[in-house]
């Protein structure tokens, strides 16, 4: 298995672009997570899912739209990127709401 | 939401215990404790969790307060793989759902 995966690793934008980071899991697992992590502070929920076809806001979801079309890909888009959302991007899955979760390797992005 | 307290940073000696305090005073019933850590900047890794009966697992050992307002994570032998952020966090019921609230987490270093 793959496990979580993430993609881009790396991404820059300018200030009012729109992009999508994907992620993808191939455990089956039915919970998914977004979360984003500024410099030297803890991890905070953007977005989150319980399954296909269901989705729910995090701490700061504000800026931020998510989808949950299939059990295996959780993308998180955003609309029109702003300095204040530049930071690292980690997608997590989990088989159930009281198991582990899986991160990702994260997407470091950068809008200017 | 419960809200959790730890330490900002901790060093310990290689070979020595590695004992991580996390306050957690306003947890309810059917809250469980989690622990994370993140090493470097990679995605954070699962270590243990529970509800209201010390854990063990090949990691590390998990021991909370019987009044459960308070847990500390051992690291029996750390080695200087250890160093990392570790978080303590609360395990959040909405509904059916869940979320994982991470604060600034402790940042071990482990000492040749």
């Known amino acids: 298995n793959a496990g979580v995966t993430q993609t881009p690793k790396f991404q820059v934008l300018k200030t009012g672009q729109s992009m999508t980071l994907q992620c993808a899991q191939d455990?089956?697992?039915?919970?998914m997570s977004w979360y984003r992590q500024d410099p030297g502070m803890g991890l905070r929920l953007i977005h989150y899912?319980?399954?296909?076809?269901?989705?729910d806001q995090g701490e700061v979801p504000n800026g931020y739209n998510v989808s949950r079309s299939t059990t295996e890909d959780f993308p998180l888009r955003l609309l029109s990127a702003a300095p204040s959302q530049t930071s690292v991007y980690f997608c997590a899955s989990s088989v159930g709401q009281y198991n582990e979760q899986f991160f990702g390797p994260g997407t470091r992005l950068t809008v200017l | 939401d419960a809200k959790t307290t730890q330490p900002t940073s901790m060093d310990c000696a290689e070979g020595r215990a590695a004992n991580l305090p996390c306050n957690h005073s306003?947890?309810?019933?059917?809250?469980?404790v989690y622990w994370y850590r993140q090493i470097h900047s990679q995605g954070p890794q699962y270590i243990i969790h529970g509800l209201k009966n010390n854990e063990t697992n090949e990691m590390a050992s998990l021991i909370i307060t019987e009044d459960r307002k308070s847990s500390t994570l051992i690291l029996p032998h750390a080695t200087l793989r250890d160093t990392a952020v570790y978080y303590c966090i609360v395990r959040v019921a909405k509904d059916s759902s869940y979320k994982l609230i991470f604060g600034s987490g402790t940042r071990l270093l482990v000492r040749p």
């Open positions: 899912s319980v399954g296909a076809g269901i989705t």
């Open positions: 455990m089956n697992h039915e919970y």
């Open positions: 306003t947890i309810s019933g059917n809250e469980y």
